[in-house]
């Protein structure tokens, strides 16, 4: 994840709207932040859809093949070529015709399979609806696949020992019910010296419209925003649930990852200037598929004893390092209070910072208005916001959209602050205006 932030000017009011997410706006080119244009446009033949002004510059061909540059230096890329499907003991590509553009999207559509390259600023997209049932019981997908000038270990792409990409762990999901999701699992596999990248599908039969979803993201770096679910389940406590769509609150026994489920999330403030007057601050959280029951969403600051936890990796998975219910870090540093940041003034402030009372059904945007006074709190110690449902029952849980959900990147957590600046030069006030 990578955290957008913009800053907006009423030259009216002389406010400042500052909006943040976890998606990149800019890319750094000549010693200057660049405002990303993701629209994909002509190219040449050789790559007839082409964006250049972002962080990732990408090419496509018209057959589905992309060739994109993460550091921005076209001498070093990756190559992903148009997807194969087996047939019989041999592959055969999949013709996918003419392609349409919109916007930052591309799109072949085949009566078997479409297929759909999205840009998104810090990650490309693709995405392969699964259509006939043929290509629903194809069991597997590869992509013809070449680095040059990067190196690749583990799943990320390294320019000179630097980590500039990464493949997120490829999922299908459903398009008719988006939350049902499905780990895929992939290698790597070597015919007459092309490499490719192999999919290997789990059962779609409970699936109406699977979508496969492999995607490619910048590596975050140490600014990036974060958030996560914990699990009080004795099924799940001490699991990791950084890397799930969703984030979860209240409990879900019968048919979830059990509870008291609560959420971390923090965003990095650093751009908002020290001597700002902030008028308003709102957590903005987009309302996923699974609702039930109803109860009070509270939020709290987390305690300063609690700084450096880790977001992770995994959904639902072991992984030592990062935060569990249990573990601030697993398996070896413990959070401050007790398991679940369950202790008053020691894992959290004791204050209400904000409520949100919910009864399903319930969708679209949940705003919580936050006290000004958290951005200056923030500036001297920002661990992050503790999110828990007031006296959970169980089959009473919300479930809000995570930073890595990708159905709609614009419904990712975000934070918005107004605030205003001092006036010492009017002739370089509007110079704060966007970045």
Request: aromatic letters at 8%.
């Amino acid at each position: 994840m990578l955290i957008s932030t913009h800053t907006e000017l009423d030259n009216i009011t002389g406010g400042y709207r500052h909006t943040q997410h976890i998606r990149a706006i800019a890319y750094p080119e000549d010693g200057v932040l660049k405002r990303n244009v993701l629209d994909v446009v002509a190219g040449d033949a050789t790559w007839p859809h082409i964006v250049t002004r972002a962080p990732i510059i990408m090419y496509a061909g018209g057959d589905g093949m992309r060739r994109l540059s993460p550091t921005r230096d076209p001498k070093k890329y990756l190559d992903i070529g148009a997807p194969y499907f087996p047939s019989g003991s041999t592959w055969q590509k999949v013709n996918m015709g003419a392609a349409t553009r919109t916007a930052n999207k591309i799109t072949w559509s085949t009566a078997a399979a479409d297929l759909s390259i999205v840009h998104a600023g810090h990650y490309v997209k693709l995405e392969i609806p699964l259509k006939s049932a043929a290509a629903k019981a194809v069991g597997r997908i590869a992509f013809p696949f070449d680095l040059v000038g990067l190196t690749y270990k583990a799943g990320v792409l390294y320019d000179n020992g630097k980590p500039v990409m990464e493949l997120r762990a490829p999922m299908v999901y459903d398009a008719a019910h988006p939350m049902n999701t499905k780990l895929i699992a992939w290698d790597f596999a070597s015919v007459a010296g092309q490499q490719y990248l192999v999919l290997t599908l789990p059962s779609l039969t409970d699936m109406a419209q699977p979508v496969v979803d492999p995607t490619l993201t910048l590596q975050p770096d140490a600014a990036a925003g974060k958030d996560t679910s914990l699990s009080g389940h004795s099924s799940y406590n001490n699991t990791n649930f950084g890397a799930n769509p969703a984030l979860m609150l209240g409990r879900n026994d019968a048919t979830g990852y059990g509870g008291p489920l609560k959420v971390l999330i923090a965003f990095n403030i650093s751009t908002i200037p020290i001597h700002a007057t902030v008028s308003a601050v709102s957590l903005l959280l987009t309302v996923a598929a699974q609702v039930l029951g109803s109860g009070t969403v509270q939020i709290y600051d987390m305690a300063a004893a609690n700084s450096g936890w880790v977001e992770g990796t995994k959904v639902a998975a072991a992984e030592t390092g990062s935060s569990t219910w249990l573990w601030k870090i697993a398996s070896t540093v413990a959070w401050a209070g007790s398991a679940g940041l369950s202790t008053a003034e020691t894992d959290y402030i004791n204050t209400l910072l904000a409520s949100y009372p919910w009864t399903a059904p319930s969708s679209g945007t949940h705003t919580y208005s936050l006290p000004v006074s958290i951005i200056a709190a923030w500036q001297s110690s920002n661990v992050g916001l503790l999110l828990k449902a007031a006296s959970p029952a169980n089959a009473n849980y919300i479930y809000y959209r995570s930073s890595d959900d990708t159905t709609d990147i614009t419904q990712r957590p975000e934070l918005l602050v107004e605030y205003t600046l001092p006036i010492t030069n009017p002739i370089t006030r509007p110079c704060f205006g966007r970045f």
